[in-house]
């Protein structure tokens, strides 16, 4: 499956991700998108207060979906270093940072059947991209796959806020007790924050404190202009 998703890498490279016209993985235009400012997107009743970089529309979303469906894997090195701009940024404004490294961060999970369909679990290798980003800047940090899921979960597209909720209730559960362990949850999109509050959940109850939240984009009506 590696194999097949380097194969589609190398026929789709010669095109943007972001626009679909400018020649290579993501021309300058659609890169600047991801390299803007990490800012607080609003309230997630549940988990910490969620942080991005951009909003999820036009090209973002374009590159989001092209990672995560049509197997542009070589996508996670841009997705991840934005990924860990918001994650340095949360951290900076948590009172309760770890101050010991190493930053631990935790991916939600995708399902099982999600990942056998695209070939690879685009969040966690997303996460390891933004790992490896923020070791280069100096900060000591981990991939930890804490969390995995126990039930089955209906597509979140077009479901309510309510329904949202009610989809993720219960639907994670942590893999192991994590007593005393400082974690930040991570995503590639916040639209009204039931993944990362489910996520906060799950991990609390297994004895963590979830102390930050981070994701690449936010829909438009959670990010601020």
């Known amino acids: 499956m590696r194999l097949l998703n380097d194969l589609i890498n190398l026929v789709l490279a010669e095109t943007c991700a972001g626009c679909g016209l400018a020649a290579g993985l993501l021309c300058r235009r659609c890169a600047s998108r991801l390299e803007t400012p990490a800012r607080r997107v609003g309230r997630s009743s549940g988990a910490p207060c969620p942080w991005a970089v951009t909003v999820y529309e036009g090209p973002v979303q374009a590159m989001l979906v092209a990672h995560k469906e049509h197997g542009r894997t070589a996508l996670a090195r841009p997705l ?5 701009r918001a994650v340095r940024a949360a951290l900076a404004e948590h009172p309760g940072a770890p101050r010991d490294p190493p930053v ?11 990942v056998r369909r695209r070939g690879h679990d685009p969040t966690r290798r997303m996460t390891d991209a933004a790992v490896r980003e923020l070791r280069t800047t100096g900060m000591a940090a981990v991939r930890v796959d804490a969390l995995r899921h126990r039930r089955r979960v209906a597509d ?3 479901l309510t806020a309510a329904q949202r909720a009610a989809n993720l ?5 942590a893999r192991r007790p994590l007593p005393g362990r400082r974690l930040v949850v991570v995503d590639d999109v916040v639209t009204t924050g039931a993944t ?3 996520a906060t959940r799950a991990l609390t109850e297994a004895g963590a404190t979830v102390i930050a939240a981070a994701t690449v984009a936010a829909t438009p009506r959670h990010h601020p202009p």
């Open 196 to 198: 990362l509050a489910e």
């Open 156 to 158: 979140q597209a077009g």
């Open 104 to 114: 631990a961060l935790v991916p939600v999970p995708s399902a099982r059947s999600a």
């Open 169 to 173: 209730e219960n639907a994670l559960t």
């Open 80 to 84: 991840g270093a934005a990924l860990a």
